[in-house]
């Protein structure tokens, strides 16, 4: 079992930056893949970013490419999202997900299907 706690939601005018965090339980450079997914009520959450704690390798949704960086820091089990340029469609409840067993080299797809544990959430609000 993994245990995912996100922080750093909030409220921001469009343009402005935030930094999600993301606790990882028994975060290791062999853990599952781990990744940022995204959802507004009544829609189907979405891939944001993805990153294999192994390798780092990442991925990217089109819609934030150049504008978020996902990271990890092993040591201190937490993986990362940093948002910049924010833009009124980036609100949504943003969570953070891990996949069973041991992710390779190579990000992950940015599909939710293969993620299985799940955090809590932390919502995102973006106002123009």
């Known amino acids: 079992q993994v245990r995912l706690v996100e922080s750093g939601g909030g409220s921001v005018q469009a343009g402005g930056s935030l930094k999600l965090s993301c606790e990882v339980s028994k975060y290791t450079t062999s853990s599952g893949c781990t990744g940022w997914f995204r959802q507004v009520s009544g829609e189907e959450r979405e891939g944001v970013a993805v990153i294999s704690p192994r390798s780092g390798a990442t991925d990217y949704a089109n819609s934030v490419k150049g504008r978020a960086t996902i990271s990890r820091d092993i040591a201190k089990s937490t993986m990362y999202l940093q948002m910049n340029n924010l833009k009124p469609e980036d609100t949504a409840m943003y969570y953070c997900?891990?996949?069973?067993?041991?992710?390779?080299?190579?990000?992950?797809?940015?599909?939710?299907?293969?993620?299985?544990?799940w955090g809590q959430g932390t919502r995102v609000t973006v106002s123009s």
């Open positions: 997900a891990s996949t069973r067993g041991s992710c390779g080299s190579d990000a992950p797809p940015l599909g939710p299907e293969n993620f299985v544990y």
